[in-house]
């Protein structure tokens, strides 16, 4: 393995100036569950290492307002127990508790699978259908951006040199809503999504449909928002009809990779199915009646 500084700062500012000294060789260290694989087969060399573990607020669920503040650094074990997290918002905390194994999910954190930038991160798609903002700290100071802009490319995101993720951000939500999430995967556990769908509806008083936002993963480059998924639903009460239009919009969308995993039809037939079957339990849980 490589040589590189490690660094363990106890404020974000301090971070900051580590991640932005090395001109660009600097990696944020969280779980480590990626860095540390990535680092011992040679996939990245960095020379710079800043572990921020150590920032108070880092670490942690807090409810603010009528919705919740994740640190950037909690392991999805700490989520996966958040009782209040757990009723309010399931398809994220059910999609962070995909992660891995129990030994991973002590570790593994949001932060590094959204910037891990796999277009198969089980809990990307239902971060961005919760409409997940995240806190950026930087340079140039501190920005809240929507969680689906910070992925751009299979590896790859929109953090500018120096920039770490602080905190994310999950809203409040209306009476009868609610989320879920469902993946397809080739064994039990311990393995990546060949597909992966996360649904988030809210419905009005006679359970029919008024707001829903569809995301799928590992049928792309990142995870995808597919509005025309989302229409199919708003206005219905989850008929077949709804049900038929919302799957042909999910395989519309898709542009997956073909591989011994799952071929491009397998992947796109998957993907409708999973929305479908996604979009059932959210509705079941916001309460709907089909
Ligand atoms: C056995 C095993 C099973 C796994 N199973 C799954 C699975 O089922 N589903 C799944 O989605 N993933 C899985 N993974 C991958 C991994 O566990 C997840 O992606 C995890 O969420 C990564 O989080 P981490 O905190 O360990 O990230 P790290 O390894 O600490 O970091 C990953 C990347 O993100 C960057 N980073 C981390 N934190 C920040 C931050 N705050 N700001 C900016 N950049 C940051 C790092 O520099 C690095 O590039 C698995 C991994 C292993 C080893």
Redesign the pocket.
């Known amino acids: 393995m490589a040589t590189f500084t490690y660094s363990a700062p106890k404020t974000v500012e301090e971070a900051v100036r580590a991640l932005s000294s090395a001109n660009g060789a600097a990696?944020?260290?969280?779980?480590?569950?990626?860095?540390?694989?990535?680092l011992r087969t040679g996939r990245?060399k960095p020379a710079v290492i800043v572990d921020?573990k150590r920032i108070p607020g880092l670490i942690g669920v807090r409810a603010e307002g009528d919705g919740f503040v994740i640190g950037?650094?909690t392991p999805?074990a700490v989520i996966g127990e958040h009782p209040e997290l757990k009723t309010v918002w399931p398809g994220v905390v059910e999609a962070a508790r995909?992660?891995?194994?129990t030994q991973?999910q002590g570790?593994?954190?949001?932060?590094?699978?959204?910037?891990?930038a796999?277009p198969?991160?089980?809990?990307v798609p239902a971060l961005i259908a919760a409409r997940a903002t995240c806190v950026l700290a930087g340079p140039g100071g501190q920005r809240e951006v929507p969680v689906e802009a910070i992925a751009t490319g299979p590896g790859t995101t929109s953090?500018a040199p120096g920039?770490?993720?602080?905190e994310f951000r999950l809203p409040g939500r209306p009476p009868r809503s609610a989320d879920a999430y469902l993946r397809f995967i080739p064994r039990t556990e311990?393995?990546?999504?060949v597909v992966g769908a996360a649904v988030n509806v809210a419905l009005d008083a006679s359970g029919t449909c008024r707001e829903a936002r569809i995301v799928l993963g590992a049928v792309a480059p990142t995870a995808i928002l597919v509005p025309e998924a989302a229409a199919a639903l708003v206005g219905s009460r989850l008929d077949g009809d709804a049900l038929r239009r919302l799957d042909a919009a999910t395989r519309r969308a898709c542009t997956p990779i073909d591989d011994k995993r799952g071929t491009v039809e397998f992947r796109t037939r998957v993907a409708g199915v999973l929305a479908r079957r996604a979009a059932g339990l959210a509705f079941q849980r916001a309460g709907g009646s089909q």
């Open positions: 990696r944020v260290l969280s779980g480590g569950t990626d860095l540390l694989v990535q990245t921020v950037a650094a999805c995909l992660i891995g194994s991973v570790r593994a954190t949001l932060a590094g699978n959204l910037c891990n796999s198969a991160a089980d809990s953090l920039e770490l993720v602080v311990m393995d990546i999504a």
